[in-house]
Nanobody, 126 residues
Framework: LQLVESGGGLVQPGGSLRLSCAVSGPTLDWYSIAWFRQAPGKEREGLSCMSYNGDTTDYLDSVKGRFTISRDNAKNTVYLQMNDLKPEDTAVYYC????????????????????WGQGTQVTVSS
């Protein structure tokens, strides 16, 4: 199972970006999937997770109301829509999934998962 992120870039404060995570290999239907980020000198933090069937989501408090996770299982792709971006959102963003079951809140609390993408850089700066 391979994950490839795209959609990062440079954006001004208040701007928006949509990240994509394309999954190849087994169908995404049975996997919960999450987005994480890591800023220089900081620990990786979980941002959002969506359950395998899309029924349940969870978000880090600091991104609630600004970031939205979604998935298109037909395309084996997960998205992270990021609005009202702030300089503190600058980081490398990763998607991750796992063959083990976690509730969505526990998924983003854990920093070790089976499968990770290579990351995409998001820079928020004027």
């Amino acid at each position: 199972l391979q994950l490839v992120e795209s959609g990062g870039g440079l954006v001004q404060p208040g701007g928006s970006l949509r990240l994509s995570c394309a999954v190849s290999g087994p169908t995404l239907d049975w996997y919960s999937i999450a987005w994480f980020r890591q800023a220089p000198g900081k620990e990786r933090e979980g941002l959002s997770c969506m359950s395998y069937n899309g029924d349940t989501t969870d978000y880090l408090d600091s991104v609630k109301g600004r970031f939205t996770i979604s998935r298109d299982n037909a395309k084996n792709t997960v998205y992270l829509q990021m609005n009202d971006l702030k300089p503190e959102d600058t980081a490398v963003y990763y998607c991750a999934t796992d063959s083990r079951f976690f509730t969505v809140d526990n998924f983003i609390k854990m920093r070790t998962h089976d499968y990770w993408g290579q990351g995409t850089q998001v820079t928020v700066s004027s």
